[in-house]
């Protein structure tokens, strides 16, 4: 199951950034990686029956006024993902200009719904594509949050995982 996502691993763990397109996961993902996290993917978190997040690796499309930029994890100072990864945390994060960070914990539910907004097959197969959240939102905690620049918001990223490890 496709959902709309960036992906990154810190520590072994994966973190699941769902939302839509100019939702700011690439700048989020990038700001990470600038950190030490390992790319898995600023497009797609590509989800198993086992709950399992696989890599997809494709260049980073990071955009500014001058149009899009391709980067490669290489480029911003680390490398990609090989293995399939438990999802340990979900973090959808809303990105506006002048925001702090603010993050408030959600239900499994909610979460459910959320990633189901950003799942690809979620009309065709909705069923699926249930199972296959309903088990990532069970054994991961979820946030919703609002933000501000990615590089202002790594550390409380971080800061949710590590409490969990």
Known sequence: ???HAGVVAWKGRAILLPGRTFSGKTSLVAALLRR???YYSDEYAVLDAD???HPYARPLQVRSERGVRLFTPCMLG???GSEALDVSLLVFARFQATSTWRARPIS???AVLRLLANTVCARKRPHEAL???RLVAMNAPAFCAVRGEGDHAVS???DLLTERL
């Open 36 to 38: 030490g996290a390992i």
């Open 78 to 80: 680390t490398t990609a």
């Open 131 to 133: 199972a296959y959240l």
């Open 156 to 158: 409380p990223v971080l």
């Open 1 to 3: 199951v496709f959902v």
């Open 108 to 110: 499994p539910g909610n």
């Open 51 to 53: 709950g399992k997040v």
